[in-house]
């Protein structure tokens, strides 16, 4: 495990090296709600017997550019981490 968790920390740095550190809640939520390969099941599932809600794939569009602008880096920063989780 802890080999798997520094190989997919490496991928994923290398698309964020000067802020990796900011992005790491959205990697271990990501990392957290893959099913693993042995029991099938997410580590979430495995110690609270659900699945965390995450934020929808799609959002209304807003006025407010601020918000626009922190949904556009959630939504690119999840779909990185899943990038990162796969090759990992």
Not at 54 to 59: C, L, T
Not at 60 to 69: G, Q
Request: glycine letters at 4%; one cysteine or more.
């Amino acid at each position: 495990m802890e080999r798997q968790n520094e190989t997919y920390l490496q991928v994923f740095c290398k698309c964020t090296p000067e802020d990796w550190d900011k992005h790491l809640p959205m990697a271990e939520f990501v990392y957290n709600g893959q099913p693993h390969s042995v029991t099938k099941q997410t580590p979430f599932y495995l110690m609270y017997g659900s699945e965390p809600t995450g934020f929808p794939m799609a959002f209304p569009k807003t006025n407010v550019p601020a918000v626009e602008e922190q949904i556009s880096r959630l939504l690119k920063a999840r779909d990185d981490t899943r990038a990162a989780h796969e090759l990992a």
